[in-house]
């Protein structure tokens, strides 16, 4: 399949005026200006002078987790019964079939990070999808893909309401530190006896065992937080442990985006639709990304399905343009800064050979509101 006569953004390179993507199998063949256009490579789809690039890829949402208009019986983002559940998995609530999975592929999103919300301290295990599937597991891209855990007003407010800890901030992090620590005495304990066949393995504990790549760094732990002073408490967890972390929301981070940067901290911002529908959220301001990433900060944007509808996604980075951001730095925020503050960068967000095929073409500029989605690739085959 050639995709050809279309301004082209690989996201790895300049913009390409007039350009083509070749499509073998599952996988990007070739990228480049028309000049160069393969002469025998399959199907021809004439982009008639419309925007070719990657598939939108949303860093941070819920989607399937919470389903659209359905209320409880579909509501599985939070077991709030518990503030430490680090054995939950994403993939045991996500319904591929909840329409919005549709209205994200036609609005050219073809990945997304997904998982548990901020009820808990420590909520459980995230996943990255593709857009497209039947069910869960042949959609999944990357599983596990982080460990959810959740700072400030959200599991103050759940467990307040039950009377119960934590119900303040310290206690919060109290709760992230305690499992942190007893997690890496379980591997150690469980290291000894591999070592010594006359110690015992540890009694199974499916916490621990979840929390245990999280603690060694192999597994990021992406920490849901708004207000400075808790964007600077994951940090302090972060390198208390040696954590491999992002922040997500980062509502405040405006404020101390030199520290941030400092810190080499990336940072998934938004949703920026919307409301200050709580007192966390009374920095919140378009200018936030901007700002984050003019100190040298990696920044990506997310919708935080259903807070914001998936579909509208460019609309978000089109916010941040608005608030002063290039154009194609906007796009990387949902497209090549999505996917490595995903952790799936060597897959997707970018236009480069080798990788999916996830691709999408629109009559303008993909940040245009009046622009319209013409075509959607995900792994080389057109799902609209």
Known sequence: MLIQNGVVHPMDGPVIPNGYVWIEGEKIKAVGPMEGVPAAAGEVLDAEGGHIFPGFVDAHCHLGMFGDSVGFEADDGNESTDPCTPQLRAIDAVNVLDRCFEEAREGGVT???????????????????????????????????????????????????????????????????????????????????????????????????????????????????????????????????????????????????????????????????????????????LEGPVILARAGVKVAICTDHPETPIQHLPLCAAMAVRAGMDEEEALACITKNAAELAGVDRRVGTLTPGKDADIVVASGHPLDWKSKIEAVFIDGRRIK
């Open 111 to 285: 990945t997304v990070l997904t998982g548990p919300g901020s009820a808990n301290p420590i909520a459980g295990q995230s996943v990255v999808l593709k857009t497209n599937g039947r069910w869960v597991d042949e959609a999944v891209l990357h599983f596990p893909a982080s460990m959810k855990f959740a700072l400030g007003e959200n599991p103050k407010t759940v467990y307040n309401d039950r009377k119960e800890t934590p119900m303040t901030r310290m206690a919060t992090a109290a709760i992230i530190r305690e499992n942190l620590s007893k997690a890496l005495e379980y591997r150690d304990k469980q290291d000894k006896a591999n070592e010594d066949p006359e110690l015992e393995m540890p009694d199974l504990d499916v916490k621990l065992e979840a929390l245990v790549p999280v603690a060694a760094g192999s597994l990021p732990a992406h920490f849901h937080a708004h207000r400075a002073d808790d964007i600077a408490t994951a940090v302090r967890i972060a390198k208390e442990f040696g954590l491999h972390y992002v922040i997500v929301h980062g509502t405040e981070g405006h404020r101390i985006a030199d520290l941030l940067a400092a810190e080499g901290a990336g940072v998934i911002t938004g949703p920026c639709l919307g409301d200050r529908c709580k007192p966390e959220l009374a920095g919140s301001t």
